[in-house]
């Protein structure tokens, strides 16, 4: 190496220094707490990694006028002395390129891994190229060792060019280093190596091989169950069904994802997937010994409290002894708690909903309040007809239209009648009927005991709302197409008739329950999202502007949504387990796609399909709510304003014309292929936007970043605040409600919380499914929120610096301004008497439980 570079010093060559900071596998391994530099900084010097940087400017005439390449470089050692910044885990090496005078300005690397073992490259920097001056290449990628590539792994400098701008000589690099993301001539089992981005169906649920009652539909390339595509791994079919995929052992959460869209960045990322296992294979076998032969009912309510104050002992018996004995350290301690003389107990932090009070929980004020401003506000509407009318088939279903009448609720309408009520915009409506009908012949076969329901709720002078009636219904027993039978109940202050209503708001929050995850949550952010992450990393190159400005958003969404599919949303995973839909659950969110739209997911969209605002150029956003105080939508128009000003921003410096956006084919065939492709199923749909003008592209960025940041935050960092209590919101029914002169009714009258809590979640599901919203409604310790970036020099642009920075600023005032709407107690719906306030778009949170923050992507 040392004649090497003598012979290119006399060559003519100049000496240009860098460095290169980069971590070992080892340091991002959940499993090793204990390193915190690269296993040996003797393995990675010498010429086990070579750098040699690509010209921008000068093209090799042998080479298609490609970039000429350098001679290789290697690493130095560590000049950790040098970089204080750096992060935990991260080590910096020198590197010294000679570089000839007929090289002209790099614009890209060629980083070749001769080591046996993978490394996460950050960054290479050039601290002072001659003519140029420092040159920085944003990394981010794993690179393991040259035997997994039949190419050279290519790292652009942080210029962003469009398509018609990238320097000549870069250019092939650019479409060749899209088309080995891309893989499309590669039809085998992608392996961990793999950088491949492309897409399947959901056919990966189901089991067959292994139980026929494990089968599911596939989910996407048919009219009856449209689907969003997820990342193509290439396992094999199954021996039951060729049109199945394999599936992994069902604890292995090593599904294949593109290794940088995998969990890593730093280790308490993984604890994501470590916890995700402990639940899968440790908690599901104990609590099941523990609650063997009992009758999985909480006695009381006291008890559920034990699980938070003191934990929940664990019996001395040789099956639990047997489990505890089995179960790792790490992942034992995720979920209990060692206590002196016995087995350990079962322990949850307090969730916030009733962390001041135990019961207001139970109050038709904090029922009514969290469609506004708990973890689901994504649903209610207002009311526009009375009585409320079904959209299903009345062929195949009957009469399915509400039986609620104006009697049933105008002794709570302030003096209005229903009609004046309607007509003044002063009824909404938390409507399941339709989506849960089709379902419950097939659901209430299962142990799950459900009605399809519609609550309706009273806009008071406070800006409150108060629910006034809740209707249970069930298909008709001589078969569905005989309608619906429903039954309306009121709201009671004492006696069994407050019991009965009690009942029928626990039977809407279940409903709620089941709709949020699959629907609000799954469906909605993940599933729909995947879709743009995979054609983002096929058709944009990384110096690409919008690549620049959308992937930060994609961070972990492709890893997360695999695990799912392992451990959450798969036939006999957890969700079918302890939510009420049970193996029916994705299918029933298939149905719901059906009427899915993008142009619908923006804010200001859906709070005017939902009737919860009007279009008026009076007030901010061009939008006046109907309800002043609706916490989700007065925070997220605020978070939406800043979106959109930044995206507007950022997109004017790159694109000054509606013709520069028609004349970028990546741009195009990123779009064409997201809407085609990924979202094949709905392609054929006029109400796609076609990408013709700059309006139109910042409004899809817009819309891409809100649902991945802002919407995903409103509906997920809230689950353990307000269903870690499950009474709060019960995930199943377990019974229907009691009948007049049924034991069951009787029972009611004497011991209705003894009724409430049979009829809700039980023990072995309740406990599970805590465990699962804590793990989910946790910030990581390396979490990115909305407006920050992982580095400082993500693009040389400095406009695109200053609009960034601009964004910082209008979040901070964003959050500065929910704080003080939060501590206006005028605004009722911001904390309510549970005083649970409203913070889960307060743009900036911290590491834990805390119910606060808009991370930058779906990344849990």
């Known amino acids: 190496m040392i004649g090497h570079a003598i012979g290119s010093l006399l060559s003519g060559g100049t000496k240009v220094k860098g460095h290169v900071v980069l971590m070992d596998k080892n340091v991002l391994d959940f499993n090793n707490f204990g390193a915190s530099v690269v296993s040996s900084v003797q393995d990675f010097l010498g010429q086990q990694v070579s750098v040699q940087l690509v010209s921008s400017t000068v093209g090799d005439p042998n080479n298609g006028n490609r970039g000429v390449v350098g001679d290789p470089a290697y690493l130095e050692p560590p000049l950790i002395p040098l970089l204080p910044s750096l992060t935990a885990g991260e080590t910096t090496f020198g590197v010294t390129f000679i570089v000839k005078a007929d ?153 294949y994802v593109p290794r940088d869209e995998r969990f890593g960045h730093l280790k308490m990322s993984d604890f994501l997937t470590y916890s995700l296992k402990a639940v899968a294979k440790s908690l599901l076998p104990l609590l099941q010994a523990v609650f063997n032969g009992t009758s999985n009912t909480f006695n009381s309510f006291e008890d559920i409290l034990k699980l938070y104050e003191g934990g929940l002992p664990l019996p001395d018996i040789p099956q639990v002894q047997a489990l505890v004995q089995t179960i790792p350290f790490e992942m034992l301690k995720t979920f209990l708690t060692p206590s002196q003389g016995q087995m350990g107990v079962l322990k949850f932090p307090m969730p916030l909903i009733i962390h001041d009070d135990k019961w207001l929980w139970r109050t038709d004020d904090e029922f009514a309040r969290e469609t506004l401003a708990g973890v689901n506000p994504l649903i209610i509407e207002r009311l526009t007809e009375f009585p409320p009318t079904s959209k299903l088939d009345s062929v195949k279903y009957g009469d399915q239209n509400s039986k609620i009448t104006p009697e049933h609720i105008e002794k709570n309408l302030s003096g209005l009648t229903a009609e004046q009520a309607v007509e003044s915009g002063r009824l909404f409506i938390l409507d399941y009927h339709d989506t849960l009908m089709p379902y419950l012949t097939r659901i209430n076969s299962t142990k799950s005991k459900v009605y399809a329901t519609r609550t309706m709720f009273f806009l008071r002078e406070d800006d409150t709302l108060k629910p006034v009636a809740i209707e249970l219904s069930l298909p008709h027993p001589e078969g569905e197409e005989h309608g619906a039978v429903s039954t309306v109940y009121t709201p009671a202050d004492s006696g069994v008739e407050l019991s009965i209503w009690q009942l029928a708001k626990g039977f809407v929050a279940v409903n709620d329950y089941g709709v949020h995850q699959l629907i609000s949550h799954w469906l909605r952010t993940h599933a729909v999202m995947e879709p743009f992450v995979i054609s983002t990393n096929r058709h944009l190159s990384a110096m690409h502007p919008i690549h620049k400005l959308i992937v930060p958003h994609f961070r972990d969404t492709m890893n997360i949504n695999a695990l799912a599919r392992q451990a959450l949303v798969n036939a006999g995973g957890i969700i079918e387990f302890s939510v009420f839909p049970s193996s029916y659950a994705m299918e029933m969110s298939s149905v719901v796609y059906k009427s899915w739209k993008f142009t619908e997911q923006s804010l200001p969209a859906d709070l005017l399909k939902r009737g919860m605002a009007v279009e008026d150029p009076s007030y901010p956003n061009g939008l006046k709510l109907l309800i002043k105080d609706y916490p989700y939508a007065v925070d997220g128009l605020a978070i939406w304003s800043a979106i959109e000003q930044w995206v507007t921003d950022y997109c004017s410096i790159y694109y000054p014309t509606d013709r520069d956006v028609l004349a970028d084919p990546e741009l195009q065939a990123w779009w064409t292929e997201a809407r085609e492709v990924g979202h094949a199923d709905k392609k054929n749909e006029p109400w796609w936007p076609q990408l013709t003008s700059v309006p139109i592209l910042i409004n899809i960025c817009s819309t891409l970043i809100w649902i ?63 465990s699962v919203l804590e793990i989910l409604s946790t910030h990581a310790s390396d979490e990115l929120y909305l407006g920050q970036r992982a580095s400082k020099e993500w693009t040389s642009e400095e406009k695109a610096l200053k609009a960034l920075n601009s964004f910082g600023n209008r979040l901070k005032e964003v959050e500065k301004r929910i704080a003080d709407l939060n501590n206006d107690r005028s605004l009722k719906n911001r904390g309510g008497d549970v005083k649970l306030s409203y913070t889960l778009l307060s743009p900036y949170g911290e590491t834990g439980l805390t119910g606060k923050g808009i991370p930058n992507s779906i990344s849990i």
């Not at 046996?116 to 060792?145: M, Q």
């Open 103 to 255: 090289q002209g300005i790099p614009g890209a690397l060629i980083v070749k891994n001769r080591h046996l073992a993978e490394f996460f490259l950050k960054s290479i920097t050039i601290d002072d190229y001659p003519g140029k001056g420092r040159i920085h290449f944003d990394c981010n990628s794993w690179v393991y060792n040259v035997s997994n590539y039949t190419y050279d792994r290519v790292f652009f400098a942080n210029d962003p060019y469009l398509p018609k701008d990238t320097p000549g000589p870069l250019r092939p690099y650019r479409q060749e280093e899209l088309l080995h993301l891309r893989g499309d001539d590669v039809n085998r089992e992608l392996k961990e190596s793999d950088r491949i981005y492309n897409y399947a169906y959901y056919n990966d649920l189901g089991n067959p091989d292994q139980s026929a009652s494990l089968a599911r539909p596939i989910l996407g390339g048919s009219a009856e169950y449209p689907y969003p595509r997820r990342g193509k791994t290439g396992r094999p079919p199954t021996k039951s069904d060729p049109k199945s995929e394999s599936r992994l052992w069902s604890l292995d959460l090593n599904i």
């Open 708 to 770: 991945a940041s802002a919407m995903h935050a409103a509906v997920n960092f809230g689950q353990y605040p307000y269903g870690g209590y499950l009474p709060n919101r019960p995930s199943l029914s377990r019974q229907f409600m009691p009948e007049v002169g049924t034991a069951d009714y009787e029972e009611l009258k004497k011991n209705p919380d003894k009724v409430f809590l049979k009829t809700i979640t039980g023990q072995l599901q309740a406990i599970l499914e805590i």
